[in-house]
């Protein structure tokens, strides 16, 4: 049997990218039942990408009660209602067999990761401040992608001198800004910028000269368009409502080592559910970022366990 439940998470405050703003993480959660063991999984359906709470549960509704996580993989595209599934299918495989989703994989041990923090895009000031606030952590994120972004970047370097910086543009830039500021962001410490620019038009970052790496996002979903990012990205950001799930995720990295990319994990914003088996992925990144529970003002009963900027791998009550 499978169960579709829409949660709503409040953040700690609003959260904004250059595409809106929110004050709630919308998500579904799946939940599989089989022989009377349980397991469960998390998406969160986007937009950008043509997804909406009801078209992804329609499409979880529609698969089979007896699915396996192998057939799953050609049921449904890559995206949120897959990766919901292929994580509860993998949950229930382990809670079936009695061992780790890690062990099953035939992975490593996880250990615990330090994640960036996240700052949503507002006026300078206020992300000085908020930086300010956060300047103990080793990694932040801040959004980015308007034609006013020196400005908050350098308020937030002033905020967190000390602090490594990505940037997140959300394909809000044209080439022309990055050009015009990538020996800013290299003298004010920016150590990656993600998606500069649309998806559809990033061709013109092939072969140009970039004096700050380059990390693929919306650019980057599954394993099979790897081919495309050569030559325009350094680093490839892995997430699994991109993905369609761990199964594709471990698939993706393992190629994009072997293509010589860089390796970033990133989330949307959910709760503890959907970060846990992200956390498998994450191990020997480049760059983590899996600070969605961070930015919530409410999680799962069992939640992942942050201390400062380091997250340990999930307890069995909450996931794998």
Known sequence: MIRVQHDTFKLAQAFTISRGSRTEAQVL?????????????ECVPYARYGESLESVRAQI??????ISRMELQEALPAG?????????????????AGKAVWELAGLERPVAQT??????????????AAAAGQAHRP???IKLGTPEDLPRLRAVREGAPE???IIDANEGWELETFLDIQGELERLGVVLVEQPLPAAADEALSGIERLVPLCADESCHTSEGLTNLRGKYDIINIKLDKTGGLTEALRLRELARAEGFGVMVGCMVGSSLAMAPAMLVAQGADFVDLDGPLLLAEDRPVPLRYEGSKVDPPEPALWG
């Open 29 to 41: 959660s799946v939940t599989i039942e089989r022989d009377g063991v349980t397991g469960q999984g």
């Open 61 to 66: 509704e529609g698969l089979p009660a007896g």
């Open 80 to 96: 949120a209602a897959r990766n919901a599934v292929d994580c509860a299918l993998w949950d229930l495989e382990a809670k079936t």
């Open 115 to 128: 994640t960036a923090y996240t700052l949503s895009l507002e006026a300078p000031e206020k992300m000085r």
């Open 139 to 141: 990694l932040l994120k």
């Open 163 to 165: 602090a490594r910086i």
